[in-house]
């Protein structure tokens, strides 16, 4: 399975980008999706995730009421909107593929990542 994350870019803050993961097989189809991100000189850390039919979602709490997780399982594409975004949102975002079909918040549930977005937000 092969992911390809898009959609990152330089926004001022305040401002909003919408991410796009696209997987290439349809074996993502029943597997949880999630965002994860890491900034320079820090750890990956959740962002977002959604299960398998898009009826769970699950955010980290300095995300949450900003971003929105969704997912098209006929296109095989998970979407991550940021608004609100803020600097301290800066980072490489990564899509992933769950080993299951819940929305983890557990990197290690994740088996399949895709190349990552760079998100810049400027003051």
């Known amino acids: 399975v092969q992911l390809q994350a898009s959609g990152g870019g330089l926004v001022q803050a305040g401002g909003s980008l919408r991410l796009s993961c696209a997987a290439s097989?349809?074996?993502?189809?029943?597997?949880?999706m999630g965002w994860f991100r890491q900034a320079p000189g820090k750890e990956r850390e959740f962002v977002a995730a959604?299960?398998?039919?898009?009826?769970?979602?699950n955010y980290a709490g300095s995300v949450k009421d900003r971003f929105t997780i969704s997912r098209d399982r006929t296109k095989n594409t998970v979407n991550l909107q940021m608004n609100s975004l803020k600097p301290e949102d800066t980072a490489v975002y990564y899509c992933?593929?769950?080993?299951?079909?819940?929305?983890?918040?557990?990197?290690?549930?994740?088996?399949?990542w895709g190349q990552g977005t760079l998100v810049t937000v400027s003051s």
């Open positions: 959604i299960s398998w039919n898009g009826g769970l979602t």
């Open positions: 097989r349809r074996t993502t189809t029943n597997n949880g």
């Open positions: 992933a593929a769950s080993r299951s079909a819940v929305a983890s918040s557990d990197s290690r549930m994740y088996a399949y």
